[in-house]
């Protein structure tokens, strides 16, 4: 989907093999403790549009933290599950064809308020 639409996938070796055997043309690229370049070294360059990150395991969760501590210091948005990734993907994918219109949850909901809330008084000192 996203490759379809022009965006280069980037990943470690198993997502990368898993990715392939789908036919999607992906670049392998170094686990964090494998060296450079890794993914936070492409973040911190400005080479990285979006982060989907799905850590499992101990490692995983390790390098995860790096991984989306450089994401967020850069404002680069993070996915952290395989749902977001693929909604935000149909959303970006949308867009860029100039598809759909964005609504707000609170629309969808009917729990948007047309008026901002009084604030709460503050209780009367006493002496």
């Given at each position: 989907?996203?490759?379809?639409?022009?965006?280069?996938?980037?990943?470690?070796?198993?997502?990368?093999?898993?990715?392939?055997?789908?036919?999607?043309?992906?670049?392998?690229?170094?686990?964090?403790?494998?060296?450079?370049?890794?993914?936070?070294?492409?973040?911190?360059?400005?080479?990285?549009?979006?982060?989907?990150?799905?850590p499992t395991g101990?490692?995983?969760?390790?390098?995860?933290?790096?991984?989306?501590?450089?994401?967020?210091?850069?404002?680069?948005?993070?996915?952290?599950?395989?749902?977001?990734?693929?909604?935000?993907?149909?959303?970006?994918?949308?867009?860029?064809?100039?598809?759909?219109?964005?609504?707000?949850?609170?629309?969808?909901?009917?729990?948007?308020?047309?008026?901002?809330?009084?604030?709460?008084?503050?209780?009367?000192?006493?002496?």
């Amino acid at each position: 989907m996203l490759h379809d639409a022009g965006f280069a996938i980037v990943a470690t070796r198993g997502t990368a093999e898993a990715v392939q055997r789908m036919g999607i043309p992906c670049e392998v690229i170094h686990k964090l403790h494998e060296g450079s370049p890794n993914v936070v070294d492409l973040i911190e360059d400005g080479e990285v549009g979006l982060v989907v990150n799905t850590p499992t395991g101990s490692g995983a969760r390790t390098d995860g933290w790096e991984i989306r501590g450089a994401a967020v210091a850069r404002g680069v948005p993070c996915l952290t599950t395989l749902s977001g990734g693929l909604a935000a993907a149909r959303a970006i994918v949308s867009s860029a064809r100039g598809e759909g219109t964005v609504t707000t949850l609170q629309d969808v909901h009917g729990t948007r308020r047309l008026a901002p809330a009084t604030p709460p008084t503050a209780p009367a000192q006493t002496a």
